[in-house]
């Protein structure tokens, strides 16, 4: 990953993160504010339930008070303590009922047995339980001919003599009941009416009658009726989410504690949830444009920054590769950027002033070193061929019969001589003139195998003779080399390796093929060289032979990098040594791939 795309990775992992916890945090803040409000607008209508209840209660207990005073229910009262015929007044409690506005009432005997029942005529002699007469209205669940029904309940107790009767009166908790209060718009409020038989939807009863989806309010029910306390949950009526409605279960319980119906207040998530959705789409939008601008900025810094440093990058590799020409253009930079491309442009001006320096230094070395090893070489067949001369003219004075003999072994000599300074004088020659490689596709299996076979019958014939190996790579592919050129540096390396083992031993040569390249190792079982010398052994005019001009290396690496291949040295006094030549299996000249 490049700087550009890491500066636009970052600039866009800001926006995101950065819009991401702008949108939450309003998000949340958001919600904790309807929360709130509903929590606030819940106990509101909570309080104004109970205040409502308080004054049906109020009134119910009112209008049985005034019943209670009435004549007509003091004489019922006085007959009955006259032993008078109950059933006589079977359907008094509908008449009451209807002349006070009651939905309920009962007229119970000193017993509890049923009198008269506005609301059940049927059971009349049945016994309920005698009420309180404290004048506080209570819930209760009542019976009814077609199911159970909640209402709000008081009580009154009618004393004449020694006879006492009980009335039982009350209003409907209902749909009306729910009408009654002043509920905010899009405020749900449900009544639930607990049954005998479980959950039935027919007793889920709202403000505008049934409820479509009674089954979606069961659970909360439940739970309210589980801990008998105030329960809050989000109900969603709909598959659409902005109908859900924070719902609150209130359970109502009559006097003995049992819970006899459920006010359920739902306050609507509509605005909720279209504000955030708003938000949601707010933060889309703007991390977009905070992407889009990253997209730029990033462009801008990297067109400011990143273009002139990858420019130095480039000339830098440029460099590193030999070419110490390259020049940086600071173009429109400025500040630190302008300054290290002026910079780079100094030192690559310096470095080429001392290359010139070093390369100035190094030819008038290696003259002088050409000058000495000239010297070296030439003087040990001049100082014979000098003797000889010396010899000659002393025997010119000699009998001609000596001077013959002796005539004959120096002109041997000196021809000898005269053979070594040319063959000195050939391989500087060679050593100066090195042919560029003349590339073809070619196996390096089959020049080690010709390299094997030249060499063949040398290795044999020696006083001590040497075993040549060969361990070549199986499929061995055709790269673009100059068979010639690698054909004599590797007899270089086989003419080395054989002078290593005065005593014998083996020569292995292994070819293998890497991803890029094509590697040949020759391996032997000699003396080995030291560390000191490994790091030397390539350099001009060194040798560790007591004959030699040690140009053989230095001409087998010279013709390994012309091809662009490297070639390194592995040894351990005594334990042989190993010559590893890495070529590349395509190369730049010809472009040639294998």
């Given at each position: 990953?490049?700087?550009?795309?890491?500066?636009?990775?970052?600039?866009?992992?800001?926006?995101?993160?950065?819009?991401?916890?702008?949108?939450?945090?309003?998000?949340?803040?958001?919600?904790?504010?309807?929360?709130?409000?509903?929590?606030?607008?819940?106990?509101?209508?909570?309080?104004?339930?109970?205040?409502?209840?308080?004054?049906?209660?109020?009134?119910?207990?009112?209008?049985?008070?005034?019943?209670?005073?009435?004549?007509?229910?003091?004489?019922?009262?006085?007959d009955l303590g006259q032993h008078g015929e109950a059933s006589v007044y079977l359907n008094e409690a509908g008449t009451l009922a209807q002349q006070y506005g009651l939905d309920f009432l009962e007229i119970l005997g000193a017993d509890g047995s049923i009198i008269s029942s506005a609301q059940w005529p049927a059971r009349f002699g049945y016994?309920?339980?005698?009420?309180?007469?404290?004048?506080?209205?209570?819930?209760?669940?009542?019976?009814?001919?077609?199911?159970?029904?909640?209402?709000?309940?008081?009580?009154?107790?009618?004393?004449?003599?020694?006879?006492?009767?009980?009335?039982?009166?009350?209003?409907?908790?209902?749909?009306?009941?729910?009408?009654?209060?002043?509920?905010?718009?899009?405020?749900?409020?449900?009544?639930?009416?607990?049954?005998?038989?479980?959950?039935?939807?027919?007793?889920?009863?709202?403000?505008?009658?049934?409820?479509?989806?009674?089954?979606?309010?069961?659970?909360?029910?439940?739970?309210?009726?589980?801990?008998?306390?105030?329960?809050?949950?989000?109900?969603?009526?709909?598959?659409?989410?902005?109908?859900?409605?924070?719902?609150?279960?209130?359970?109502?319980?009559?006097?003995?504690?049992?819970?006899?119906?459920?006010?359920?207040?739902?306050?609507?998530?509509?605005?909720?949830?279209?504000?955030?959705?708003?938000?949601?789409?707010?933060?889309?939008?703007?991390?977009?444009?905070?992407?889009?601008?990253?997209?730029?900025?990033?462009?801008?810094?990297?067109?400011?920054?990143?273009?002139?440093?990858?420019?130095?990058?480039?000339?830098?590799?440029?460099?590193?590769?030999?070419?110490?020409?390259?020049?940086?253009?600071?173009?429109?930079?400025?500040?630190?950027?302008?300054?290290?491309?002026?910079?780079?442009?100094?030192?690559?001006?310096?470095?080429?002033?001392?290359?010139?320096?070093?390369?100035?230094?190094?030819?008038?070395?290696?003259?002088?070193?050409?000058?000495?090893?000239?010297?070296?070489?030439?003087?040990?067949?001049?100082?014979?061929?000098?003797?000889?001369?010396?010899?000659?003219?002393?025997?010119?004075?000699?009998?001609?019969?000596?001077?013959?003999?002796?005539?004959?072994?120096?002109?041997?000599?000196?021809?000898?001589?005269?053979?070594?300074?040319?063959?000195?004088?050939?391989?500087?020659?060679?050593?100066?003139?090195?042919?560029?490689?003349?590339?073809?596709?070619?196996?390096?299996?089959?020049?080690?195998?010709?390299?094997?076979?030249?060499?063949?019958?040398?290795?044999?014939?020696?006083?001590h003779p040497v075993e040549m190996r060969l361990e070549l790579a199986a499929e061995m592919p055709a790269i673009p080399v100059d068979p010639d050129l690698l054909h004599r540096a590797l007899s270089n390396l086989v003419l080395n390796a054989l002078d290593a083992m005065p005593q014998g031993g083996s020569i292995t040569i292994n070819t293998?093929?890497?991803?890029?390249?094509?590697?040949?190792?020759?391996?032997?079982?000699?003396?080995?060289?030291?560390?000191?010398?490994?790091?030397?052994?390539?350099?001009?005019?060194?040798?560790?032979?007591?004959?030699?001009?040690?140009?053989?290396l230095a001409i087998v690496q010279s013709v390994i990098t012309d091809h662009g291949g490297t070639i390194g040295v592995e040894s351990t006094p005594g334990q042989g040594a190993t010559f590893i030549i890495d070529l590349p299996r395509r190369t730049a000249a010809t472009g040639v791939t294998a």
């Open positions: 990953m490049n700087l550009r795309q890491r500066l636009l990775l970052m600039f866009s992992l800001t926006v995101i993160v950065a819009v991401a916890a702008v949108a939450y945090v309003v998000s949340l803040r958001t919600r904790e504010a309807f929360a709130q409000a509903d929590q606030e607008r819940t106990s509101g209508l909570v309080a104004q339930f109970h205040r409502e209840f308080d004054r049906r209660g109020a009134e119910v207990t009112l209008r049985l008070d005034r019943m209670s005073a009435s004549e007509e229910v003091n004489r019922v009262a006085f016994k309920e339980t005698v009420p309180e007469t404290n004048g506080v209205a209570f819930l209760k669940k009542e019976e009814l001919p077609q199911g159970f029904t909640v209402g709000l309940f008081a009580a009154r107790s009618i004393h004449s003599g020694d006879t006492t009767i009980y009335l039982v009166g009350g209003e409907r908790v209902d749909r009306g009941f729910l009408q009654s209060l002043a509920t905010p718009t899009g405020t749900q409020i449900v009544l639930y009416r607990v049954g005998e038989s479980g959950f039935q939807p027919q007793d889920l009863v709202g403000l505008d009658g049934t409820i479509a989806t009674p089954e979606k309010y069961q659970p909360l029910i439940k739970l309210a009726m589980e801990r008998r306390g105030e329960v809050s949950a989000i109900v969603s009526p709909t598959s659409d989410r902005k109908d859900s409605l924070f719902t609150t279960a209130i359970p109502l319980m009559d006097r003995a504690g049992t819970v006899v119906s459920v006010l359920l207040i739902g306050s609507p998530r509509r605005g909720l949830i279209t504000l955030q959705d708003h938000i949601r789409a707010v933060a889309l939008t703007v991390g977009g444009l905070g992407i889009l601008l990253a997209i730029g900025v990033s462009l801008w810094i990297t067109g400011r920054v990143t273009r002139p440093i990858v420019e130095l990058a480039a000339a830098s590799r440029q460099v590193a590769a030999g070419d110490w020409n390259v020049t940086v253009s600071p173009h429109d930079a400025s500040g630190e950027i302008a300054d290290l491309a002026e910079a780079f442009n100094q030192m690559t001006a310096q470095m080429r002033e001392q290359r010139e320096r070093v390369l100035q230094a190094e030819r008038v070395a290696a003259w002088r070193e050409l000058a000495r090893r000239l010297a070296h070489e030439l003087k040990n067949p001049l100082f014979p061929l000098q003797l000889t001369v010396e010899n000659l003219v002393k025997a010119r004075e000699m009998a001609p019969g000596e001077f013959d003999e002796i005539f004959h072994e120096s002109t041997t000599t000196l021809m000898a001589e005269i053979q070594n300074l040319k063959t000195i004088i050939q391989r500087f020659s060679d050593f100066s003139k090195m042919p560029q490689p003349q590339l073809q596709a070619v196996r390096m299996n089959d020049i080690v195998e010709r390299v094997a076979t030249l060499h063949e019958a040398v290795l044999k014939n020696r006083e293998s093929v890497r991803e890029e390249t094509v590697r040949i190792a020759v391996s032997d079982t000699g003396t080995g060289l030291t560390k000191e010398e490994c790091e030397r052994l390539f350099t001009p005019y060194y040798t560790t032979k007591q004959h030699g001009t040690g140009l053989g």
